[in-house]
């Protein structure tokens, strides 16, 4: 009789065990087809949303009249008329961009005295210079409007660092007296071993001397 208890009992066992495993594996199931179908449904509204993109707004270009465009050559002055002296300034423009520089006094004041057209690839010299201390001013550009006397399109105002001198000294000859003076030269773009710096400055219209 003990014996038989033992195997009853066991046998009771397994028949719970079988049932415990069949109610979890259809609990599994159950689980597993509902989680099936809603990752199911979320692709399908995922899909079935409308797919947007967006277009940045096109870079506005400004309006350059026609009429006003006048593509000076290089060395064409652009106002300026002051009491000339016997410094000179080259000016080289190595850029691939038609560049206006200008001497200013160094002083409060802004205006400059005079002011040259230099082409790209070219150069151009500012003759004559006044006897005095000056900042050479330079920008870039395309489209020059000889009407408004500025680029349409401007590319970038900077200044050179250090002022240019440009002062006469006499000295006693032979034959009487001469004048010592200044020339310079200078290049817009940079260049191999070059020793002469640039500040940017606000890429306004660049100011120039009167006519």
């Known amino acids: 009789m003990p014996k038989a208890k033992s195997r009853l009992w066991k046998g009771a066992t397994i028949v719970l065990g079988l049932v415990t495993f069949t109610w979890i594996s259809s609990q599994l199931d159950d689980w597993l087809q509902a989680n099936s179908a809603a990752r199911s449904s979320q692709y399908r509204s995922t899909a ?34 002051h009491q000339r002296g016997l410094g000179s300034l080259k000016i080289s423009n190595g850029t691939g961009l038609d560049a206006v520089a200008t001497l200013n006094d160094d002083t409060v004041s802004t205006t400059p005295r005079l002011a040259i057209f230099v082409r790209n ?34 590319q970038g105002k900077s200044e050179f660092d250090k002022p240019l001198d440009f002062s006469e000294t006499k000295y006693e000859t032979e034959d009487g007296y001469g004048t010592r003076y200044a020339t310079h030269m200078v290049t817009l773009n940079p260049v191999l071993g070059g020793n002469a710096k640039t500040h940017a400055l606000p890429d306004t219209p660049i100011e120039l001397p009167p006519l």
């Open 121 to 154: 690839g070219e150069s151009a010299t500012i003759a004559s210079v006044p006897i005095g201390t000056y900042r050479l001013r330079f920008q870039f550009g395309t489209t020059w409007l000889q009407r408004e006397r500025k680029f349409c399109l401007l």
């Open 48 to 81: 079935s949303r409308p797919i947007t993109s967006v277009v940045p707004p096109p870079a506005t270009t400004p309006l350059c009249p026609v009429e006003s465009q006048v593509r000076p050559i290089s060395g064409t002055e652009l106002g300026g008329k």
